[in-house]
């Protein structure tokens, strides 16, 4: 394809962008496993310490030789050819650490103030 200064689509001049959709688990993976292949442009060149999810679970991933990712903690669950591994908004569920973990605070005179929630990733699905 050709524009019409005879310059290609595919020439390298920006044209053509790398895909950022979400990647995705080219095969099945068993709960337990700590390494997975990744599919996609972000999947192949995701750096180490990035973080993703999958179904609202967390992971690092360790190393990464294009796309083949090693990974901890490993998978708490089994997953299927295509599932979308998070790494652009990654998602996991929390709860409350303690029934003291939200408590309502009033400082009267002042707009805003920092506030900190005690929360642990949740297990009970």
């Known amino acids: 394809i050709y524009f019409h200064d005879r310059t290609r689509f595919d020439s390298g001049s920006g044209f053509a962008l790398p895909d950022y959709a979400e990647p995705t688990f080219y095969a099945a993976a068993s709960a337990g496993d700590e ?16 973080r993703f999810s999958v179904n609202d679970f967390m992971h690092e991933i360790e190393t990464n030789d294009d796309g083949l990712i090693t990974f901890s903690p490993p998978l708490r669950e089994d997953v299927a050819e295509g599932t979308e591994a998070k790494i652009n908004e990654p998602s996991i569920l929390v709860q409350l650490a303690d029934d003291r973990g939200w408590e309502p605070f009033t400082k009267y005179g002042l707009i805003n103030d920092q506030m900190q929630i005690a929360v642990e990733e949740s297990f009970d699905r």
């Open 35 to 50: 390494t997975a292949k990744l599919d996609g442009y972000i999947g192949r060149n995701a750096t180490v310490g990035a």
